[in-house]
């Protein structure tokens, strides 16, 4: 995986903050989602 390529999904959000955290340069959290899962 590049350093600078986006991310999405549950699960790997979940394993790129496990096992890359350094490497994470922002976050987005979509407030609309009603399912809790964030």
Do not use: H, Q, T, Y
Request: no cysteine.
């Amino acid at each position: 995986m590049s350093e600078r390529a986006p991310v999405s999904g549950i699960n790997s959000v979940r394993a790129a903050l496990k096992f890359g955290a350094a490497g994470v340069a922002a976050l987005w959290l979509d407030r609309r989602r009603r399912d809790k899962r964030l």
